[in-house]
């Protein structure tokens, strides 16, 4: 099955500080998604992005799937983004439709 | 519109006992997804459906585990008998079709004693 990989594992920021999370992944993809894992523990959709750059306020996002990868940015960051973020893809050969996670990246801000 | 909804949000039992895990998804969704997350595995998928068919179990990791789907908008996940070992967060997903964005619920924590 398909492989994901995500960097870095942990990252600790001041609030208001930019950043990049990686997401490498070992097949192409039929979907692609990013979540955040809050500290309550739910998982909040962030992007379904198989391809291209997607926005969504100050959370951005970009597949580039002919090099398997994807990036997801966070601009001036608060403390309510820390939490773990997942990236998540599907490759659907073979009739396979198991969405495979990363580690994730655990993201801590700090006032 | 409503998410997907779990129920119970958390389930504490004995060894041995008798766990059924119950999710609603958002209506209209034809495929529904059972993951469970534990801090060794991370996130794993157990089991889905496709219009109310199971399609994929090889993530069931063995026979104490079931899982239904009566209907298109109701689906259980059964332990019997559980295990210490199957503590852990269960989280039902669904999406509109199978490779389509997936939508989770807010999870049910089992701890079995």
């Known amino acids: 099955g398909i492989q994901v990989e995500q960097s870095p594992p942990d990252l600790i920021l001041q609030e208001g500080a930019n950043s990049t999370l990686r997401c490498n992944f070992s097949?192409?993809?039929?979907?692609l998604q990013w979540f955040h894992q809050n500290p309550w523990g739910q998982l909040i959709n962030l992007f379904y992005?198989?391809?291209g750059t997607k926005q969504n306020g100050r959370l951005s996002a970009t597949t580039v799937a002919t090099e398997r990868y994807s990036l997801l940015y966070i601009s001036s960051s608060q403390t309510t983004d820390s939490g773990v973020y997942f990236c998540a893809a599907l490759n659907s050969g073979g009739s396979n439709y198991k969405l495979t996670f990363g580690k994730g990246t655990l993201l801590t801000v700090n006032p | 519109d409503a998410g997907v909804i779990q129920s119970p949000r958390h389930e504490v039992t004995e060894m041995g006992q008798e766990v059924t895990l119950r999710c609603k998804p958002i209506s209209g969704h034809n495929s529904l997804f059972w993951y469970r997350q534990t801090m060794m595995r991370g996130l794993e998928l157990l089991i889905y459906f496709n219009n109310n068919v199971p399609i994929d179990d090889s993530g069931m990791p063995e026979d104490r585990f079931s899982a239904k789907m009566p209907n298109a908008s109701f689906s259980t996940l059964k332990i019997q008998p559980s295990e210490p070992r199957d503590s852990a967060v269960y989280f039902c997903?669904?999406?509109?079709?199978?490779?389509?964005?997936?939508?989770f619920g807010p999870g049910t924590r089992l701890t079995v004693l």
């Open positions: 997903a669904s999406s509109l079709r199978v490779a389509s964005e997936q939508f």
């Open positions: 992005i198989p391809s």
């Open positions: 097949d192409s993809v039929n979907n």
